[in-house]
């Protein structure tokens, strides 16, 4: 790693935390209607597996998506002020915090309906396989949407065409609320593919270090012909499974105890300054620049207006070319 990498990687990962810390406080304020699923704690993932992408791959994901959209290069002014619905946001207001799309930014959403990516996300492997195009669709989903029949079906015909498909699990442990001991049989998520033959590995989701190897890893597979790869992230949210929640199923000492040991920023930040590649006021400079582009975004999207009611009638076909 470089100093510039190390350092890129702490800001991107900062900026999610910073995003989200200000959308929670956003919905609060009543700005931001529906679910809103924060990213709190997840920032390593993203940002790791964003590092080893490369052009024309493909990233599609569930309803905690914030952090991928951050991720992906969008801007966080359009992302913010699609969460509050205007028409200046990157679906124009009409996707919300769990369906915003940017095809320029290679981000394919934003899903609500769980585990339903997942099938889609093998069909842009399919189409990247008929193109041999060699890019990678990179299918992120949790622990809870694991047990989902559709992933399985998905599974099968990925190591069955070879598709060039990387299954990303961020397993943050509890699902919607529910812990994965008492949801699942088998509790280690990357042997799920062992039937179909697809090899798969647990990972740090906690450390972006370890989640770009394991990453690089898993893409110059699936990009090399040999079909799907299975990636399980060990990670934690911080907050509740949505805004909505209190998280009662679990104790606050457990939340601190894994912000005071495993916390990916904190984590990044020590390695930093161990190195001697970023002392104390070059974070805080970092965090100052973080926080005037979030708050920025919050006022871009508190400002902006809301789509025309004729935006309803838009995005509903493709006019296709005769």
């Known amino acids: ?54 052009p024309g791959d493909q990233v599609i994901t569930g309803y905690r998506d914030h952090g991928h959209m951050l991720a992906c290069g969008m801007d966080p002014r359009e992302v913010m002020a699609e969460l509050t619905g205007r028409a200046g946001g990157s679906s124009r207001g009409k996707g919300g915090s769990m369906h915003m799309f940017s095809t320029e930014a290679d981000f394919y ?24 195009n060699k890019k990678v669709s990179f299918t992120y989903f ?47 998520l990357y042997k799920r593919g062992a039937s179909f033959r697809i090899p798969g590995e647990e990972v740090d989701g906690m450390d972006v270090l370890a989640v770009k190897a394991a990453a690089g890893k898993a893409a110059a597979h699936a990009r090399s012909g040999k079909g799907p790869y299975i990636l399980e992230m060990k990670t934690y949210r911080y907050r509740g499974h949505s805004m909505s929640d209190p998280a009662k199923y679990r104790t606050r000492d457990e939340v601190d105890e894994v912000r005071k040991t495993r916390d990916p920023i904190d984590h990044l930040q020590e390695r930093l300054a161990k190195l001697g590649w970023a002392d104390e006021a070059a974070l805080k400079a970092i965090d100052a620049e973080v926080k005037r582009i979030v708050a920025d975004a ?25």
């Open 298 to 322: 919050a006022e871009f999207a508190r400002t902006s207006p809301e789509p025309e009611p004729s935006e309803l009638y838009t995005d509903v076909y493709l006019e296709a070319a005769q």
């Open 142 to 188: 949790g622990d809870g949407a694991a047990n989902q029949g559709q992933v399985y079906e998905s599974f099968n015909m990925a190591q069955l065409w070879s598709l060039p498909v990387v299954y990303v699990i961020e397993n943050n442990q509890y699902a919607m609320g529910t812990s994965i001991e008492r949801s699942s049989s088998e509790t280690h």
């Open 1 to 54: 790693m470089t100093q510039d990498e190390l350092l890129k990687y702490y800001r991107d990962m900062l900026l999610i935390r910073r995003f989200e810390e200000r959308a929670g406080q956003l919905y609060g304020m009543g700005l931001i209607g529906g679910f809103c699923h924060l990213y709190i704690g997840q920032e390593a993932i993203a940002v790791g597996v964003q590092a080893i992408k490369e």
């Open 109 to 132: 959403g934003g899903h609500g309906i769980v585990g339903a990516q997942v099938a889609l996300g093998t069909g842009l492997a399919l189409a990247n396989h008929y193109r041999d």
